[in-house]
Every structure is written in C-alpha cells, then in structure tokens.
C-alpha cells in the first residue's frame, strides 16, 4: 500500500530519550511586519536580539538549506485580537501574514520530529538512519493549518551542517520504506549552536 502524501512540516513526536511528548513549548512573537503566512509544522529561527515589548523573542520562518539555523517547529497559534472578540470570532488555524501575533514554538533540541520526505529523485533506504538531511520550503494549507516542509530527500549526506539527523523510521502501520515516507528526525545539534553563537 503507497504511502499517503500528507505533508506537515516538522511535528513533535517524542522525546530523544523515548519519553512521550508533553506538548511543551515557548511562546514567541511574530510582528506585523513579518508578512508571510506561517503554519503549524513550520520551522522558525529567532531573529537576533529582537523582541517585543514584553520581552518576548521573535521569530521569522527558517531558511531551507545547509548551515540554515532552526529553533524548532510552530506547534500553536496564539488567537490576535481582543480576547473579548475571540468568543464571538473564529480565528484562522494558521497565522496570518502582516499580524502581530504569538506562536508556541517547540524548541527543546532533545525533541524527536515526525516529517515526510519529498522523494524527489529517489526515496531514501533504510539506510539512511544516522546520516542528515536539510529541509526543503513548501506551501501551508489555509484550511488544516498545517505546513508543507518537507525533508530533502536528494540532500542526503554525511556532513552535520544539514539541518536534519535522521534517528529512525516511523514504524507504524501506514508508513513503509518509500515514496512519501516518515521519518524521525532531530534537529541538527550543530543548528542550535549556531543559535547559541549567535547570541540568540
């Protein structure tokens, strides 16, 4: 049975050590100037010595590509607006382009991350575990709220300053070695010390 092409970006499974996900995460700012739409599954970095006037980072979309940094995927949208209006409203399931709003960023670099691979020129083996890949940009879904990153599959290699390292296949019922496959990744250990000697 193929696998079934449903991209969402990076989604948070477990933890390194095997412990179940909790769902933690931090809060961070998207600016009104920032005028792209971002979704859940989008991996964001921190703009450098940026923050709102609470004192609270802020983020912008990654960069696909190698020595790209990454913090860690949107994992909620923060509702914008007045709270009084949120009982009346119903708020997109994605953040909007040109609004100041807050995002929940899952940002613990001992975080294991489910993500389809894109298969362009070739599926990734089995034997792909251990090595690293980047990520590739694609188009959220206004109606899910999910992202369309992917992992790269044709930037497989050695070097550890691809964005990804592959830890293992998704085993479960619906996923097989192949076409649209999922893997669990994290994020490259050395994307966060770009971060960190960044002063981010």
């Not at 600016?31 to 970095?45: E, K, M």
């Not at 006037?53 to 802020?58: A, K, L």
């Given at each position: 049975?193929?696998?079934?092409?449903?991209?969402?970006?990076?989604?948070?499974?477990?933890?390194?050590?095997?412990?179940?996900?909790?769902?933690?995460?931090?809060?961070?700012?998207?600016?009104?100037?920032?005028?792209?739409?971002?979704?859940?599954?989008?991996?964001?970095?921190?703009?450098?010595a940026t923050s709102d006037g609470n004192g609270i980072p802020v983020v912008a979309i990654a960069s696909a590509g190698a020595s790209?940094?990454?913090?860690?995927?949107?994992?909620?949208?923060?509702?914008?607006?007045?709270?009084?209006?949120?009982?009346?409203?119903?708020?997109?399931?994605?953040?909007?382009?040109?609004?100041?709003?807050?995002?929940?960023?899952?940002?613990?670099?001992?975080?294991?991350f489910m993500i389809q691979e894109d298969s362009v020129s070739g599926a990734l083996a089995a034997g792909a575990v251990g090595r690293?890949?980047?990520?590739?940009?694609?188009?959220?879904?206004?109606?899910?709220?999910?992202?369309?990153?992917?992992?790269?599959?044709?930037?497989?290699?050695?070097?550890?300053?691809?964005?990804?390292?592959?830890?293992?296949?998704?085993?479960?019922?619906?996923?097989?070695?192949?076409?649209?496959?999922?893997?669990?990744?994290?994020?490259?250990?050395?994307?966060?010390?770009?971060?960190?000697?960044?002063?981010?």
């Amino acid at each position: 049975m193929a696998n079934a092409n449903i991209a969402r970006g990076l989604i948070p499974y477990k933890y390194d050590s095997g412990a179940p996900y909790n769902g933690a995460g931090n809060v961070y700012f998207v600016p009104a100037t920032n005028a792209s739409n971002l979704f859940i599954g989008d991996p964001v970095v921190t703009v450098t010595a940026t923050s709102d006037g609470n004192g609270i980072p802020v983020v912008a979309i990654a960069s696909a590509g190698a020595s790209n940094p990454v913090l860690g995927p949107i994992i909620s949208i923060v509702p914008a607006g007045d709270p009084q209006v949120a009982v009346t409203r119903d708020f997109p399931v994605y953040r909007q382009a040109s609004i100041g709003q807050y995002v929940i960023v899952a940002d613990d670099p001992t975080l294991l991350f489910m993500i389809q691979e894109d298969s362009v020129s070739g599926a990734l083996a089995a034997g792909a575990v251990g090595r690293n890949a980047n990520l590739v940009a694609g188009t959220g879904s206004t109606v899910t709220g999910y992202s369309g990153w992917m992992l790269q599959s044709s930037s497989l290699a050695t070097t550890n300053t691809l964005q990804l390292r592959i830890r293992r296949f998704l085993t479960e019922a619906d996923n097989a070695v192949g076409t649209n496959a999922k893997w669990l990744v994290k994020i490259n250990p050395a994307q966060h010390e770009l971060l960190s000697s960044s002063g981010i």
